[in-house]
T-cell receptor, first 109, second 114 residues
């Protein structure tokens, strides 16, 4: 079956760095997405990786290793507004998105 | 990025009534739209894939007669929750992709059935 694993919850301090990991097993691979979702709101797009390596976009970076079925989202210089759930999703061979359960990130002052 | 508009943002309805939720792609054409449901503290669950001009594809366990999907044009898909019950109370989200890349989401609709 298809499976996406990510930690349920993480806590970090304002100004620090946090890495959210995601491992996946899917039928085919057409890219991995990270979304941010604040409570009660729809997800917003953060990043897309389809080739191995690191993609940097401001304070957020995303890494992919297809051979290991592994990705991480790196958030630097954490701000209180970064408190949210972070969803990892993989697009399978049918171009369907398979979603992880999300990681709730709590930022403490 | 592309814009997907969903309406209404929230709705309260009586048990047994029907509710229609609209999803529009504002600046691109979407031959395919997706409908998700999200219960509190849970991930997005794909309900169905809406295809313009043809029948929707429902995920296992989703009642097609209860959740009616109509994708009448390249910019509009609707989800109708028929004969709603309290257990249908949830956050419903639509999404569309301009191509085979990132998905853009509507604002979501919080449905409360009383």
């Amino acid at each position: 079956g298809q499976n996406i694993d990510q930690p349920t919850e993480m806590t970090a301090t304002e100004g620090a760095i946090v890495q959210i990991n995601c491992t996946y097993q899917t039928s085919g691979f057409n890219g991995l997405f990270w979304y941010q979702q604040h409570a009660g709101e729809a997800p917003t797009f953060l990043s897309y990786n389809v080739l191995d390596g690191l993609e940097e976009k401001g304070r957020f970076s995303s890494f992919l290793s297809r051979s290991k079925g592994y990705s991480y989202l790196l958030l630097k210089e954490l701000q209180m507004k970064d408190s949210a759930s972070y969803l990892c999703a993989v697009m399978d061979s049918n171009y369907q998105l398979i979603w992880g359960a999300g990681t709730k990130l709590i930022i403490k002052p | 990025g592309a814009v997907v508009s969903q309406h209404p943002s929230w709705v309260i309805c009586k048990s047994g009534t029907s509710v229609k939720i609209e999803c529009r792609s504002l600046d691109f054409q979407a031959t395919t739209m997706f409908w998700y449901r999200q219960f509190p503290k849970q991930s997005l669950m794909l309900m169905a894939t809406s295809n313009e001009g043809s029948k929707a594809t429902y995920e296992q366990g989703v009642e097609k007669d209860k959740f009616l999907i109509n994708h009448a044009s390249l910019t509009l898909s609707t989800l109708t929750v028929t004969s709603a019950h309290p257990e249908d109370s949830s956050f419903y989200i639509c999404s569309a992709r301009p191509g085979d890349t990132e998905a853009f989401f509507g604002q979501g609709t919080r449905l409360t059935v009383v």
